[in-house]
């Protein structure tokens, strides 16, 4: 049972475009929100995380947008590029758990020059 | 520095064989994690390691066994593999602050046939 839900599976953006990501929580016990970032053949790393005390963060051109009445998330990859390119996982910790994270199903980027 | 090492990078087995994933950190971290990637199903957790000495289930147990050997390594043990265990399994690492991120290996792909 997937507590955190992503979407869309797969997007096509141009180069320059805004790409968007959506996730929806439902456990409200969630307390922080990172995003994950996998390029092929690589382990997902860290790109941004926000906590719920705060509406949005940014961080060059990525921003998280966050609504805490709403229990939605998401990422903006802003003036797309090429290098963009990957598999982007919403996630959350699993309450009084040791480190676990909820993953949602993840969303492939693809930036056409 | 290499992070999280996990070896082999490719495997394909047979229904019913074993094996054993390596995984291997140089980051000094406590607690260590085996997740499984599967299309349209994110990363599910399978097996975690909060120190040296102890292990917990995670989401998909079923069918894995881990040994934590020591502070640097977390091997994922499959005793008769079937093809529903066809899938990439990444090895993490986390250093134990509530918002650090998981530092993740980049994966041991593996076909049961």
């Known amino acids: 049972q997937q507590q955190v839900k992503q979407s869309p599976q797969s997007l096509i953006v141009q180069k320059g475009g805004i790409s968007i990501i959506n996730c929806a929580y439902e456990?409200?016990?969630?307390?922080?929100f990172p995003w994950y970032q996998q390029f092929p053949g690589k382990g997902p790393a860290l790109l941004i995380a926000i906590r719920p005390d705060v509406s949005e963060k940014k961080e060059g051109r990525f921003t998280i947008s966050f609504n805490k009445s709403a229990k939605q998330f998401s990422l903006h990859i802003m003036d797309s590029q090429p290098g963009d390119s990957a598999t982007y996982f919403c996630?959350?910790?699993?309450?009084?758990?040791?480190?676990?994270?909820?993953f949602g199903a993840g969303t492939q980027v693809v930036v056409t020059p | 520095n290499a992070g999280v090492t996990q070896t082999p990078k490719f495997q394909v087995l047979k229904t019913g064989q074993s094996m054993t994933l390596q995984c291997a950190q140089d980051m000094n971290h406590n607690s260590m994690y085996w997740y499984r990637q599967d299309p349209g199903m994110g990363l599910r957790l399978i097996y975690y390691?909060?120190?040296?000495?102890?292990?917990d289930k995670g989401e998909v147990p079923n069918g894995y066994n881990v040994s934590r050997l020591n502070k640097r390594e977390f091997s994922l043990r499959l005793e008769s593999a079937a093809p529903s265990q066809t899938s990439v399994y990444f090895c993490?690492?986390?250093?134990?602050?509530?918002?650090?991120?998981?530092?993740f290996g980049n994966g041991t792909r593996l076909t049961v046939t």
């Open positions: 996630a959350a910790p699993v309450p009084d758990s040791w480190g676990k994270l909820q």
């Open positions: 993490a690492g986390w250093a134990g602050s509530y918002n650090s991120p998981l530092h």
């Open positions: 390691s909060a120190s040296e000495g102890t292990t």
């Open positions: 456990n409200t016990a969630f307390d922080y």
